[in-house]
């Protein structure tokens, strides 16, 4: 039996292709270069999210702090080294407080297992708490006295001066193994509680980061940070990003790969069905918890990449630059408008999206112009001023406008997810 050609997702990714054309024709190889990394980077992010949403039905509205974590790995590994910290006393200070930190830690988890020994699980309890808080006490302030002699005498830490990439597989790394523990404890929500959950998470991490001079200056920003490829010095902005940008789709292109296997694997099956009816998939013998598990870390893993790649693009590393608005809702309503759970259609989402929302500006701008000219010719109406910031804000206009349009027309997205049948 011969497939039908897919009328549908050719036309509409011609019709991307004519839109991504048209910005080149207004906008010129540079502006629309960097867009379509960005667009890149973003599209890594929604995947993660495809998965975790798509795949097992888990609302992640913390994005935002994933991809801040893959931020900072790439800034720590890629920034050159601190000799100011590194030729002093310092590291091994802060070695010290932090394996105070490590072995607090493990005292408490196993003040947490005190009731295998016989201890009455109230006195457990309260053993743990009073240990915790002790604890507390006194490994916040060794690193407080370590990390403010760090700030006053090197500035901050600084990074490891390894390649950009490395940067990146840490990056997901990192964001994984936070995500694993998170998993941990917010996976038995459900529904708008493990999104509450979530999002506060997030808010903490960017909270740590941007608070946490000794470690990521701040808000004082690193910059400049290193790319992967030769810089625009070496090859001028646009074949610079073209290079930067075929980078970014190889890493698209494998992780599509994967992911597709894994979808029409047994594996993938086995998420949809726990997707469908988790009670059903439970009578049929399936480690429920361990499954929403490996799903959240190994989107988790992606949005650290995604976050990696980003801002390693930008080549500035500001903790106070992540935004729920521009890190998490953004790339929700990529997964949406593309068709949760599709692969392909979550990479036209996050390239239809991004391109709508970097280009919402000039146009709106534009749009403004004229018409405070048309009304100052015709109607002698005086010029509103501050045209720039509202025309910013009609980025926000437009993505609400598209997503609501999308939600009452197409609410399964523009390229909804096709469950393959097995008889």
């Known amino acids: 039996m011969t497939r039908a050609l897919p009328i549908r997702e050719l036309s509409l990714f011609v019709g991307l292709l004519v839109a991504v054309l048209a910005v080149y024709a207004a906008m010129g190889a540079a502006y629309s270069t960097r867009m379509l990394v960005e667009a890149a980077c973003y599209a890594i992010l929604a995947l993660g999210l495809t998965i975790q949403w798509g795949y097992a039905g888990q609302f992640n509205a913390g994005v935002m702090g994933f991809v801040a974590l893959g931020g900072f790995a790439a800034m720590f590994f890629s920034v050159p080294i601190n000799p100011a910290f590194w030729n002093s006393e310092m590291p091994g200070e802060l070695g010290r407080a932090l394996l105070a930190l490590v072995a607090s830690i493990m005292l408490i988890y196993g003040a947490t297992r005190l009731d295998r020994l016989g201890i009455p699980k109230r006195l457990r309890t309260l053993i743990a708490i009073i240990l915790a808080v002790v604890l507390y006490l006194v490994v916040i302030s060794m690193l407080r006295d370590v990390t403010g002699e760090i700030e006053s005498r090197a500035g901050f830490i600084g990074g490891l001066g390894l390649p950009a990439w490395v940067g990146w597989i840490f990056g997901g790394m990192l964001a994984g193994g936070i995500g694993y523990f998170i998993g941990r404890i917010c996976l038995g929500l459900r529904s708008d509680y493990l999104a509450i959950a979530t999002l506060g998470i997030a808010e903490i991490i960017k909270a740590f980061l941007k608070n946490s001079d000794w470690l990521t200056r701040g808000t004082a920003t690193v910059s400049p940070l290193p790319w992967p490829t030769p810089g625009a010095r070496d090859l001028g902005f646009v074949l610079a990003r073209a290079l930067y940008l075929s980078v970014t789709a190889v890493v698209i292109a494998v992780i599509f790969f994967l992911l597709h296997r894994a979808y029409h694997a047994p594996w993938g099956r086995m998420i949809r069905a726990i997707r469908d009816n988790e009670v059903s998939a439970a009578a049929m013998g399936k480690d429920i918890n361990r499954r929403r598990l490996e799903i959240f870390v190994l989107g988790c893993i992606l949005m650290g990449i995604g976050g990696a790649a980003l801002t390693s693009f930008n080549s500035i590393f ?106």
Do not use: C
């Not at 630059?321 to 890190?327: A, M, S, T």
């Not at 239809?352 to 000219?373: D, G, K, Q, R």
């Open 318 to 423: 500001n903790p106070q630059g992540y935004l729920p608005l521009n890190h998490t809702f953004l790339v929700l309503v990529m997964v949406i408008l593309g068709g949760p759970g599709n692969n392909l259609g979550t990479i036209f989402g996050a390239v239809l999206v991004y391109i709508i929302w970097i280009m919402s500006e000039p146009l709106a701008l534009f749009l403004m112009e004229n018409a405070a000219t048309l009304g100052q010719g015709w109607f002698g109406w005086e010029d509103p001023g501050n045209l720039d910031s509202r025309a910013l804000q009609a980025r926000v206009f437009v993505i609400g406008l598209l997503i609501s349009l999308v939600l009452r027309y197409a609410p399964k997205g523009l390229i909804p997810e096709k469950v393959p049948r097995y008889n």
